[in-house]
């Protein structure tokens, strides 16, 4: 049901409002700057997706037209903390979202939420290095993370609201490498890396895309990535050629990788073409990195 794109009914003459929770995220906090430079007002949602009288109240405060969902619980310093923090995982990531979806649906407002898209992992039908990616219709086959099972659980259930937007991030970059929830800086501070093509999430290129999605009221499920894959290697590769010369760094495998971390982590090639489809103009993965992240702080390092 929630897998094609769609148009809500939302009066689309009415000026827009935001309203965004996920004050103290990552994402939550670009999205506010995004809106700033685009002069769209919005407020930060101040209720716990959990608590459902605290959202009523802050859409009867707020009055928005479309409600962005940027918060949830991914642990720190990873996916680790969720192991050892189940019911707090499962509190935030599937009571709070769905929640707020069925508080907005009552209002008639869509919801962007920002998922993952890590629920999922190379199988027979979707080898690495292939090409072939997951496609929005298809099944999660990723159970290796507490994490990531509650994020495939509430996906399911949010396919039957047809007023939600999923979008399924993955490996999130941007152009700040100062930040340490950025997946090259992670990577760049790691001893050792494992060397594997991924999906990834370029957000200077697709946190503008979101907020063209909200004004187009889109809603189902999209593979919110660029196009193609990048392995961490050429994405370290890249770091040493516009950031750091002198850049060295250390591959190994999954199994070894096992030996220090909870739980597994996943590996996957997502399918873009829904996504292209309705914004042709998106950069592949490694076009993306250079323009957005690369060739921007290659100039301000020279500088």
Known sequence: ?????TNTATDTTKPLKFLIYGRTG???????????????????????????ASLESDLETINPT???NAAGVTGRPNVDWCESHKVETIRANVVGTLTLADVCREKGLVVINFATGCIFEYDSGHLEGSGVGFLESDTPNFVGSF??????????????????????VRMPIS????????????????????????SMTVLDELLPISIEMAKRNLTGIYNF??????????????????????YTWKNFT????????????????????KLKGEFPELLSIKESLIKYVFEPNKKTVAA
């Open 225 to 246: 990535t660029n196009p193609g894959v990048v392995s961490h290697n050429e994405i370290l590769e890249m770091y040493r050629e516009y950031i750091d010369p002198n």
């Open 147 to 168: 994490y990531s099972k509650t994020k495939a659980m509430v996906e399911e259930l949010l396919k039957n609201y047809e007023n939600v937007c999923t979008l399924r």
């Open 175 to 198: 152009s700040d490498l100062s930040n340490p929830r950025n997946f090259i800086t992670k990577i760049s501070r790691y001893e050792k890396v494992v060397n594997i093509p991924n």
């Open 254 to 273: 999954l199994e070894e990788q096992a030996k220090v971390i909870v739980a597994p982590r996943s590996n996957n090639e997502l399918d873009t073409t």
């Open 26 to 52: 990552w994402i939550g906090g670009l999205l506010g700057r995004l809106c700033d430079s685009q002069s769209i007002p919005y407020h930060y949602g101040s209720g716990r997706l959990e608590n459902r």
């Open 1 to 5: 049901m929630g897998l094609t794109t």
């Open 66 to 68: 479309h409600v962005f």
